[in-house]
């Protein structure tokens, strides 16, 4: 079945983009319902405070504190992301990719740990990266990069 020559081998770095893009995938491409409440927040808070600008209604100023505060909490999470991903530089890792599953380096140590494809969690694409979720509270970020086009095709294959 596996053969040798259809192992993918790589070693990647993340880089702060990297990380910063794989922060915005979990939380508003996985996770569609957060991205849905989002759309809906921001759309009521920005019609509040131009209906209230624009004296269009009699809009109480409590409820214009309320939209402006949640504008303000959105800016500090959406700055909380792109601080949190300015973390020191990543470890090297490396990943073994296979028909039966992937293989990848984990922690300090570089110990070795294997997932087959079934008992994966979760797979996501994006343009350039994959991410796969061996459980629901963690992920590996494979920047395409390091790929080259016929191992991405393989790898869409094994997914």
Do not use: H
Not at 114 to 143: M, N
């Amino acid at each position: 079945m596996a053969q040798e020559n259809q192992t993918i081998e790589i070693t990647t770095e993340l880089t702060e983009q990297d990380r910063r893009n794989a922060m915005f995938y979990n939380l508003f491409f996985r996770k569609k319902w957060i991205l849905g409440y989002l759309i809906v927040f921001v759309a009521f808070s920005v019609g509040v405070l131009i209906t209230k600008l624009a004296g269009i209604f009699n809009v109480p100023t409590l409820l214009c504190w309320i939209a402006g505060g949640f504008l303000v909490l959105l800016a500090g999470f959406i700055g909380t992301i792109f601080m949190s991903s300015k973390g020191g530089n990543s470890q090297p890792r490396k990943l073994i990719f296979t028909e039966k599953g992937i293989t990848t380096s984990a922690g300090r140590d570089n110990k070795m740990i294997s997932f087959t494809w079934e008992k994966l969690y979760y797979i996501g694409r994006t343009g350039k990266c994959f991410y796969i979720y061996p459980d629901a509270s963690q992920f590996i970020i494979v920047p395409k990069r390091y790929l080259t086009e016929e191992e991405i095709r393989r790898i869409n294959e094994y997914v």
